[in-house]
């Protein structure tokens, strides 16, 4: 049996080899997306908590069942950012820093905003989809939630936590988290947390294409399958 040393090391060490190299040559200039990130996601809370500014997040950046669906595809890149009025902004910073952070030094920037934004999509489109079944259809919505605010940051979070440990080969990492998105629903049926689930199966078809191609690519002799990914 493994030492949880060797284990974590297993598990971690390729992960933990990506994240350290870019930080020592640049620190967190490094990763200027995460930065950006964090920075217009602390912005957005500060301007829907005044008076005058939370209509105007709300016409910009929140996503509705409800809306229509060319206006809620416009919004859907700006709520990756705007943070959940009831739940405390600091957790939300804390996990975009440390997710965006980790996968943009890993996959790069652009790599990095498309996980996410596929994410986010897929959970603002299961919405849609979960009301038109109603509420007593497997997967299905309450028409209620309609009304209802997309899920923010959390569904790009997941997905790119995800896809990151699957990537670097920290598959029980990658379990852990799906499993908890499992138990999220079955103790706390919500929209927040089928909209995870939808997150999760878009990513989860993003690393079988990814896998898919690296494989076929090694089949043809021009390359070795899923090599390190060079941000």
């Not at 959390?154 to 499993?179: D, H, I, K, N, P």
């Not at 494989?215 to 941000?231: D, F």
């Amino acid at each position: 049996m493994r030492t949880p040393a060797r284990w974590a090391r297993a598990e971690w060490g390729p992960l933990y080899a990506a994240v350290r190299d870019p930080l020592r040559g640049r620190g967190l200039v490094a990763a200027p997306l995460t930065l950006a990130a964090v920075g217009l996601t602390a912005l957005l809370q500060y301007v829907q908590n005044q008076p005058w500014g939370y209509r105007l997040v709300q016409d910009l950046g929140a996503v509705r069942a409800d809306d229509p669906l060319w206006l809620a595809l416009l919004r859907t890149p700006l709520s990756l950012f705007v943070p959940a009025l009831d739940l405390p902004v600091w957790g939300a910073l804390a996990q975009i820093l440390l997710v965006f952070g980790i996968a943009e030094l890993c996959l790069g920037w652009w790599r990095t905003l498309t996980i996410a934004y596929v994410a986010t999509l897929a959970g603002t489109l299961y919405a849609r989809l979960g009301i038109t079944l109603g509420a007593h259809a497997p997967f299905g919505l309450p028409w209620t939630d309609g009304q209802v605010v997309d899920t923010g940051p959390s569904a790009a979070v997941v997905g790119l936590a995800v896809f990151v440990c699957w990537r670097y080969g920290a598959y029980t990492t990658a379990g852990a988290v799906t499993l908890a998105m499992v138990v999220e629903v079955l103790l706390k049926e919500n929209l927040a947390g089928k909209e995870h689930l939808a997150a999760l199966m878009a990513v989860g078809l993003l690393c079988l294409l990814t896998a898919s191609r690296h494989r076929a690519t090694a089949l043809s002799g021009r390359g070795p399958g899923l090599p390190p990914i060079q941000p």
